[in-house]
């Protein structure tokens, strides 16, 4: 189900997974879809406003309340679920999926791996500032590209090669000393990072493989994905120590001395960039469905690049980001590899559309001409 010359058609985003190069690696669609100037306008300010949002709340969260990172993830997922089952009693078209066990069995792989990388991008945003996490997880394209290949069990072209290398080459720009200096980056950060780009890599393997277990819904996949997350994210949060710090703030707030036990955690942002996230990341969700229908990837390209460059500059003005040439270039290198593979694989897919529909009117000449050649036997 899972071909290396169309990498991913993402139906879900998961509310954490923001990055410039997950765009690129979602966009590879075939087709230019029919829509307005200004409803590509709406859908692409829509998605780029959602998707910064989701990064920068994400970032002031983290770093409100580091302590609780698996809490925060949790609590993104029951408020998307909260949201689907709110849009099913509002729309007759959403439908919220029944309990099924072989469902759930057959979409275990792919929620395992979700939840999982989610926790690592999130412990990699919190290590580091906003601008090194695209360079941290660079290695999203190259990663996905490697797997796809070895899954498919074909290799890519030469330009497609050529992409992954220059992308490979800018996160190994970005990750040299000059370009790491600042004490918001740690090695732990990096390795979350990488570790983020692998299972981001091997999701985009396992969705073709889970979509039709929800016959190819994704909102059916989303809410199965979610509600899926929160489950596996309880036995972490008992695991890693966060739900015995709520039992322990829980009894500081009934005695009374609650500012003491929590001088580490700012239960106002904590709590409404939980709301905020949980809801942006349900939009982000939506946003990508709808980009991916009426956008370009080209139009897709151009978004991602701006948007890269907007989360740098807003990364300095409001958490003081300290850019180095290196990541500079680590940054821009990235990106443009990232455009070369959007413009290839745009270009297939131009080239595989026109041959779908240059053969059926082949095969009907064909067949006339066999005709004609026949009564002229007769």
Known sequence: PFAPAKILSLPYIPPSAFSPSDTFVAMTVSGTPAATKAQIT????????AALVMVFVNKLVLNAAPELPVLFLF???????ALLHLSAAMSPRVKIPSWDYSVAKGLFPVVSVNAVGLVWNTLCLRAVDTSYFQIARGLVLPLTIAVAALHGRKA?????????????????IGTTPSATITTSTSQAGLLYGVLSAVAIAVHAVLIGAALPKVNGSALELAYWTNAGTAVLLTPVMLLD????????????????SLQQATMNIDWKVFLVGSLVTGTFGFLFCVASLISIKVTSPVTHMFTSAVRSVLQTVLGVLI???IITTNRLASIAVILFGSCLYTWVKSKDN???????????ASDANHQRSEGKGAAEKV
């Open 241 to 256: 120590g966060e739900a015995q710090k709520l039992w322990v703030m829980s009894q500081a707030w009934m005695d009374g």
């Open 156 to 172: 890519p072209s030469l330009l497609v090669i050529v992409s992954a290398s220059l992308v490979t080459g800018g996160f190994l």
């Open 42 to 49: 709406a859908v692409v300010v829509f998605y780029m406003i």
């Open 75 to 81: 609590n993104q997922m029951l408020i998307a679920v």
């Open 350 to 360: 131009r080239r595989r559309d026109a041959g779908s529909q240059n053969a059926p």
């Open 319 to 321: 958490f003081k980001d």
